[in-house]
């Protein structure tokens, strides 16, 4: 059993930047694919960006091309999301999930563990 934790969230001024961690206390292995979702407020959770379980392959939705990065630390049991460029409309709960599979899934319903997500706030 996988259990996920985020930080890094807060306030943040447009055109800021936020880097969200995400600390795993089971071992994130070769076979588990990573995810970044948010939900933004009244609205559904959606994809943000995807990594694979070796880290070779990761998938971002449009908005969040060129501005977000996501990265993991496999010996570390990390996952960031380096979030630049901020927007008032990427304000939302940000949350951390991992599927028990390597291959990325931008459906939540394909994922296993989810952290218990971190606010992030953008003000214009």
């Known amino acids: 059993q996988v259990q996920l934790v985020e930080s890094g969230g807060g306030l943040v001024q447009a055109g800021g930047s936020l880097r969200l961690s995400c600390a795993a206390s089971?071992?994130?292995?070769?076979?588990?694919?990573m995810g970044w979702f948010r939900q933004p407020p009244g609205k559904d959770r959606e994809f943000v960006a995807g990594?694979?379980?070796?880290?070779?392959?990761?998938t971002y939705s449009d908005f969040a091309k060129g501005r977000f990065t996501i990265s993991r630390d496999n010996a570390k049991n990390t996952v960031a999301l380096q979030m630049n460029s901020l927007k008032p409309e990427d304000t939302a709960v940000y949350y951390c999930?991992?599927?028990?599979?390597?291959?990325?899934?931008?459906?939540?319903?394909?994922?296993?563990?989810w952290g218990q997500g971190t606010q992030v706030t953008v003000s214009s």
């Open positions: 999930a991992g599927r028990a599979l390597p291959a990325i899934a931008l459906n939540p319903t394909f994922y296993n563990y």
């Open positions: 089971g071992r994130i292995s070769s076979t588990t694919a």
């Open positions: 990594i694979s379980a070796s880290g070779s392959g990761t």
